[in-house]
C-alpha cells in the first residue's frame, strides 16, 4: 500500500519560513508527478506546486514564494516555503500521479495523497 507522510507543519510569523517534506513508501521514481496542495479555510483545496520530468509548476497565489525539489534516492519532496503570508494558513497536502507525460492540469489526475500537515501564519 502506498503511504505518503507529510511533515514539516508549523506555526510561524509572518513573513516566516517553514520547509515541508513528503516521503513514500515507494520509490518516488514510479510517480512521474509529485505535488503540493493546500486546503485554506473557506478555499476549495488549491495547488501549490508540482515537480516532474524536469519540470516545475506554482500556483498563482504562491509563485515566487515557494520552490518544490525532490530527491529520488530519498523518496522525499520537500516544499520551501518563504514570505508566508496568514492567508497561507491551511493543511497541505502531498501528493502523487502514476505515470502521464505533462505537468497535470487537474489534481484528481493524482492518484495517491498523504494525510495532510497544518501550516499556520500568525499576522
Known amino acids: 500500500q502506498v503511504q505518503l507522510v507529510e511533515s514539516g507543519g508549523g506555526s510561524v510569523q509572518a513573513g516566516g519560513s517553514l520547509i515541508l517534506s513528503c516521503t513514500t513508501s515507494t520509490d518516488t521514481d514510479n510517480f512521474n508527478y509529485m505535488g503540493w496542495f493546500r486546503q485554506t479555510p473557506g478555499k476549495e483545496r488549491e495547488e501549490v506546486a508540482t515537480?516532474?520530468?524536469?519540470?516545475?509548476q506554482y500556483g498563482e497565489s504562491v509563485k515566487g514564494r515557494v520552490t518544490i525539489s525532490r530527491d529520488l534516492a530519498e523518496n522525499t519532496v520537500w516544499l520551501q516555503m518563504n514570505s508566508l503570508k496568514p492567508e497561507d494558513t491551511g493543511v497541505y497536502y502531498c501528493?502523487?500521479?502514476?505515470?502521464?507525460?505533462?505537468?497535470?492540469?487537474?489534481?484528481?489526475?493524482?492518484?495517491?495523497w498523504g494525510q495532510g500537515t497544518q501550516v499556520t501564519v500568525a499576522s
Open positions: 501528493a502523487a500521479k502514476v505515470g502521464g507525460w505533462s505537468l497535470p492540469s487537474n489534481q484528481r489526475e493524482f492518484n495517491y
Open positions: 515537480i516532474g520530468r524536469g519540470a516545475r
